[in-house]
């Protein structure tokens, strides 16, 4: 598997990390979490997902917690400011506050995590002026649509915008349609959340289906890495599969070395059409 997209600024992106999503908000979970964000990074998974907004604050101290006594520029750290705090006088109070928990300096790209009331160049404004200063690397946006998309390139810096994190998993490729191909005209890169469709909650049965069955079995892997396989086909897609365990955490690191073959991608195809017509944005 192609390890890394290369952005537009000339950063570069691992296409496989972890999902960090109610991570850290369990004391009893705790053990099991820090081993497995801990085998991740040491299996050579160094994208770290997480958000403000994750257990008000909790996943990124978690986060932290974990990565303190690894060579934080190996890592490549991602976290999202809500909405309501995205206006001029609260977004760098957020971002502030994400650095410390996160005890960094800085984060490697920092996301809009999905659209609020606050007007685009204002947004855009704030990302920018932190790159500048060096706090944050590159910056994107989350839950964006295309005409989302094509507004926010329209303002002036909008077209510095590197990534759009939108749900895509086998069962919901809606994106496919138009939201790629505009982002790949672009040079805006997918970042796949839900790439396992939540443990296979958001789309009932697929991880039972007869096709994903059947190359998982050819493959020797669970469904649950044929899903993840899927995703990471593509190699503009960059995906962030969230565990709390060690042993589902290495499952997912495994897949960088799994490449489906086109005959069983036309497969997956076939039991889970992309449609051929435009359908809203999904969102979880
Ligand atoms: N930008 C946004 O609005 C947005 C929205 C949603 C999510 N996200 C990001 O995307 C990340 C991933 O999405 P998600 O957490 O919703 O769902 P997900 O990654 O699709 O699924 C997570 C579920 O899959 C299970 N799992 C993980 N690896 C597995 C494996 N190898 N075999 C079997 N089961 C496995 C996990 O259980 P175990 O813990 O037992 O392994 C967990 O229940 C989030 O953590 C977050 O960072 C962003």
Redesign the pocket.
Known sequence: MKEFVTLKNGLKMPRLGM????IGEESSKARSEYEAIRMGIDSGVKLI??AEMYGMGRSESFVGRAIKNYDRSSLFLVS?VLPSNAGRNHIRYSLEHSLKRLETDYLDMYLY??IGDTPFPEVVESMERFVEEGIIRSWGV??FDTEDMVELVEHSGGENCVVN?V?Y?LGSRGIEYDLLPYMKEKNIYPMS???????GSLAKGILQNETVLTIAKSHNL?T??VLLAFVLANEDMIA??????AR?TL??AAVRNITLTAEELELLNQAFPAPNHKVPLD??
């Open positions: 999902g960090m999503w109610y997902d997480t999202k995590h999905w989350s839950n994190q749900l998993h959340y839900c790439p396992l469709a939540q443990g669970s649950s890495q962030i599969p969230r565990s709390s365990s589902h499952e997912n969102v979880c």
